[in-house]
């Protein structure tokens, strides 16, 4: 199988090149090789790469930035995606399409099931969601992939941002209000090739297990860290409401997804996420 992967140089492309299958023909495409703001250069790297399947993990994520540049996210992620399924469709290629969970208000008590009805609450939220709609509208067996707090050890994230914040700062302050679920990467990756392979269509969602607020995230990637020489010494982490934190764009305050679908469809268990957090940082610091 011809497999192209658009946004390979994001933290999922990353994974996705690492985790790569035997018998997968890869082509990778990101920018500035293909420019999703143009249509010509979509349609010049897909018709270079004849694949048989697409993973599309390409977006705008800049959240705070979109209220601003709302015209510039909506091209990425929503009329370029548009312009990816519509080529799917002429040259009969299968899209597995990468999705958030800022699709939903977050105003929940319960994990979000893929059916229930989105209500983005951020311009990337809406963007993702009109996205969403794009692909569903323009093909009839698209699979759509939606998830939540990704971290890595490539690129730029959460796990990343409080390592270098716990060795430089007396302290720190982080949000308890809002609760998901922290997601490895590459767990991510294993599961859209398992899907990619199986043929699955519709729409799923995948994190790790657990449930944690970003202070519970912060904590435990302290104690990890401290326990793997990757930072200097504990420091005190205060949790605090998110009005303590205002940005221009808004969180969702609940965004555990409900990932009962995808168990039964993969058959697979997912990993809880201190343990995907643990594998990460000791790959960091075997990196070092």
């Given at each position: 199988?011809?497999?192209?992967?658009?946004?390979?140089?994001?933290?999922?492309?990353?994974?996705?090149?690492?985790?790569?299958?035997?018998?997968?023909?890869?082509?990778?495409?990101?920018?500035?090789?293909?420019?999703?703001?143009?249509?010509?250069?979509?349609?010049?790297?897909?018709?270079?790469?004849?694949?048989?399947?697409?993973?599309?993990?390409?977006?705008?994520?800049?959240?705070?930035?979109?209220?601003?540049?709302?015209?510039?996210?909506?091209?990425?992620?929503?009329?370029?995606?548009?312009?990816?399924?519509?080529?799917?469709?002429?040259?009969?290629?299968?899209?597995?399409?990468?999705?958030?969970?800022?699709?939903?208000?977050?105003?929940?008590?319960?994990?979000?099931?893929?059916?229930?009805?989105?209500?983005?609450?951020?311009?990337y939220?809406?963007?993702?969601?009109?996205?969403?709609?794009?692909?569903?509208?323009?093909l009839?067996?698209?699979?759509?992939?939606?998830?939540?707090?990704?971290?890595?050890?490539?690129?730029?994230?959460?796990?990343?941002?409080?390592?270098r914040?716990?060795?430089?700062?007396?302290?720190?302050?982080?949000?308890?209000?809002?609760?998901?679920?922290?997601?490895?990467?590459?767990?991510?990756?294993?599961?859209?090739?398992?899907?990619?392979?199986?043929?699955?269509?519709?729409i799923?969602h995948?994190?790790?297990?657990g449930?944690?607020?970003?202070?519970?995230?912060a904590?435990?990637?302290?104690?990890?860290?401290?326990?793997?020489?990757?930072i200097k010494?504990?420091?005190?982490?205060l949790?605090?409401?998110?009005?303590?934190?205002?940005?221009?764009?808004?969180?969702?305050?609940?965004?555990?997804?409900?990932?009962?679908?995808?168990?039964?469809?993969?058959?697979?268990?997912?990993?809880?996420?201190?343990?995907?957090?643990?594998?990460?940082?000791?790959?960091?610091?075997?990196?070092?």
């Amino acid at each position: 199988m011809k497999v192209l992967v658009l946004g390979s140089n994001g933290q999922l492309g990353w994974e996705l090149q690492r985790t790569c299958p035997a018998g997968i023909d890869l082509t990778l495409c990101d920018f500035p090789k293909v420019d999703f703001t143009r249509s010509d250069s979509i349609h010049q790297c897909i018709k270079a790469a004849t694949p048989d399947c697409i993973i599309n993990a390409a977006a705008y994520t800049a959240v705070d930035k979109a209220e601003s540049e709302s015209a510039l996210a909506d091209r990425i992620n929503h009329l370029a995606v548009r312009e990816i399924a519509v080529l799917c469709r002429k040259n009969r290629i299968r899209l597995v399409h990468i999705s958030t969970d800022f699709v939903f208000s977050g105003k929940n008590h319960k994990p979000w099931l893929p059916q229930d009805p989105p209500y983005p609450i951020s311009e990337y939220g809406r963007t993702k969601l009109r996205g969403e709609q794009a692909v569903l509208e323009t093909l009839d067996t698209p699979l759509i992939i939606r998830t939540a707090w990704l971290y890595s050890a490539h690129g730029a994230n959460f796990v990343k941002t409080m390592l270098r914040l716990m060795n430089e700062k007396p302290a720190l302050t982080v949000i308890d209000e809002q609760i998901g679920t922290p997601t490895r990467a590459r767990g991510l990756a294993d599961i859209v090739w398992q899907a990619a392979r199986r043929n699955l269509s519709g729409i799923f969602h995948w994190t790790d297990a657990g449930v944690a607020s970003w202070y519970d995230f912060a904590v435990a990637i302290q104690e990890m860290a401290l326990d793997l020489g990757l930072i200097k010494a504990a420091i005190p982490i205060l949790p605090v409401p998110a009005a303590a934190f205002p940005t221009p764009a808004k969180r969702p305050m609940y965004s555990v997804l409900d990932k009962t679908a995808t168990l039964q469809a993969l058959d697979v268990s997912p990993v809880h996420w201190r343990t995907q957090l643990k594998a990460m940082l000791t790959e960091s610091q075997n990196a070092s």
